[in-house]
């Protein structure tokens, strides 16, 4: 790993002389980051209540309430294609981790554990919480395999309205996973 000068963390694959960038994504991004995000969350159609499933899963008046939130984007470039992102939110004694997507094509093959490594640097003494569909089991057992552990349904439901600014439908159908550093 080498940190550039813009501070994007930079993988050097030698062995194919190829780059792979971590970097920070702005609202001017909005439709790559979208892109990502719509693509990869069709995953959870089926797996979340009828009335929470919309398309496009993501709006892009949403996304830009994400960034006057203050959630920030890092995107994961391959090939100078944008094929994953994961948002990061300061808020009050945590750091939530926010849309954490990658395109579909490019599942499973190392690209969210790059993203998770990149926040496990940036926030080393922070306490991490994510929050997830109860049903998304694939979703829940990735958190897990980096040391998150899955608060019960009671404590859940306590964190995701203390964090996050979500409807009580999909409160009630989520699950937090945490982990402290």
């Given amino acids: 790993m080498i940190f550039n000068k813009s501070s994007a963390l930079?993988?050097?694959?030698?062995?194919?002389?190829?780059?792979?960038?971590?970097?920070?994504y702005t609202k001017s991004d909005c439709s790559e980051i979208?892109?990502?995000?719509?693509?990869?969350?069709?995953?959870?159609?089926?797996?979340?209540p009828d009335?929470?499933?919309?398309?496009?899963?993501?709006?892009?008046?949403?996304?830009?309430d994400e960034f006057r939130d203050r959630v920030r984007m890092f995107g994961?470039?391959?090939?100078?294609?944008?094929?994953?992102?994961?948002?990061?939110q300061e808020i009050m004694d945590v750091v939530l981790i926010r849309h954490a997507y990658t395109l579909t094509?490019?599942?499973?093959?190392?690209?969210?554990?790059?993203?998770?490594?990149?926040?496990?640097?940036?926030?080393?003494d922070?306490?991490?919480?994510?929050?997830?569909?109860?049903d998304a089991?694939?979703?829940?057992?990735?958190?897990?395999?980096?040391?998150?552990?899955?608060?019960e349904k009671k404590e859940s439901t306590l964190l995701l309205e203390?964090?996050?600014?979500i409807p009580p439908k999909q409160i009630e159908h989520s699950v937090v996973l945490e982990k402290h550093r």
């Avoid at 930079?10 to 920070?24: A, L």
Wanted: proline share 1%; glycine share 6%; with cysteine.
């Fill in 10 to 24: 930079v993988f050097r694959y030698f062995n194919v002389n190829q780059v792979i960038m971590i970097n920070e």
């Fill in 34 to 48: 979208l892109h990502v995000v719509n693509d990869a969350a069709a995953r959870y159609k089926n797996a979340i």
């Fill in 51 to 64: 009335d929470c499933w919309k398309e496009p899963y993501m709006s892009e008046r949403e996304l830009l």
């Fill in 76 to 88: 994961y470039m391959h090939d100078n294609k944008l094929i994953a992102v994961m948002g990061f």
């Fill in 105 to 124: 094509a490019y599942q499973g093959k190392g690209t969210g554990r790059a993203l998770l490594e990149y926040l496990f640097d940036k926030y080393q």
């Fill in 126 to 134: 922070s306490r991490l919480l994510v929050g997830t569909w109860r």
């Fill in 137 to 151: 089991k694939w979703a829940i057992r990735f958190y897990e395999k980096f040391g998150f552990v899955l608060h």
């Fill in 162 to 165: 203390r964090y996050w600014n």
